[in-house]
């Protein structure tokens, strides 16, 4: 797409993005005095008109170039994790310094109008993943949401079909009810310092723990380095298997890379599957 033509569409977008956030806001203002009805009004707006305020916004904050890498890529490799949660150990030192504290986000948590979210497309993508029935932690100080981890559970453990399409792209065949899949962790630019990051993820997983859940899977990307230092360095969650994953806006497809490095451990039956493609929105 050529800059001036980039720029117009921006531009565009831009000026759907005010009447997109007055509905919202006109909601969240609502949700306040009518709670959870009000908050299922914002779950039901188009999704479609959600993408553009986060496109839009995205692209404000990082540019075309970011957002091309995002959505159109050849062979980017993806890093599949795990974490024995029984390995955990409280790390609270770095959120109590700064004054940061751990939030459950749920439907009510968003209805009651206490919090604010620092960056406004983390605020819509919490509607959608609560739409589309997955749970989540937020990062927050003073009542303002500066982070945000999110998880899913699958209550079919052999049926494929009901795990979250990460885990089906990544040729899961089954899943016990005790597993978590972690996934979209984000700590606003400003917060990123004095092990901050690594500390939510490990506090996010303490708090899933405390629910029942033994194990927590998740994937980074290998050319994301400070995703790696936090995830692998820090947490030392230990990685299961590498692909390779392209994609071409809304397609993607992966091909396992290497052979499984989890240990001497029975072969786990989702190694077993051959790659998957699948049809995934933005």
Not at 2 to 22: D, V, Y
Not at 120 to 137: D, T
């Amino acid at each position: 797409m050529r800059p001036n033509k980039g720029r117009a569409w921006l531009q565009h977008l831009s000026s759907r993005t005010p009447q997109i956030e007055r509905e919202f806001s006109d909601l969240r203002s609502k949700a306040g005095l009518l709670g959870v009805v009000a908050l299922e009004q914002v779950l039901m707006l188009n999704d479609a008109r959600m993408r553009v305020a986060q496109v839009t916004e995205f692209v404000r904050s990082n540019g075309w170039r970011s957002l091309f890498k995002e959505v159109l890529f050849f062979r980017r490799t993806a890093i599949v994790v795990e974490k024995d949660l029984s390995e955990l150990t409280e790390r609270s030192k770095p959120l109590a310094s700064a004054k940061l504290k751990l939030v459950e986000i749920d439907k009510d948590m968003l209805s009651s109008g206490i919090y604010r979210f620092a960056v406004n497309s983390r605020y819509l993508k919490a509607l959608n993943y609560l739409k589309h029935g997955c749970g989540g932690y937020a990062l927050a100080r003073d009542n303002v949401v500066v982070g945000d981890t999110w998880h899913y559970v699958s209550e079919a453990a052999d049926d494929p079909r009901g795990l979250h399409e990460d885990l089906q792209r990544f040729g899961f065949t089954g899943w016990s009810k005790d597993h978590v899949y972690t996934f979209d962790i984000f700590v606003a630019t400003a917060e990123r310092k004095g092990g901050i990051s690594a500390a939510f993820q490990n506090s996010a997983m303490l708090a899933l723990r405390s629910k029942g859940y033994t194990r927590a899977y998740g994937f980074y990307w290998a050319d994301n380095i400070p995703a790696q230092w936090c995830t692998r360095v820090t947490n030392k969650w230990k990685e299961v298997r590498a692909f390779s994953v392209s994609r071409c806006l809304m397609f993607k497809r992966a091909v396992p890379l290497r052979k499984d490095h989890a240990g001497p451990e029975k072969e786990r039956s989702w190694l077993k599957n051959v790659a998957v493609g699948e049809k995934k929105g933005i």
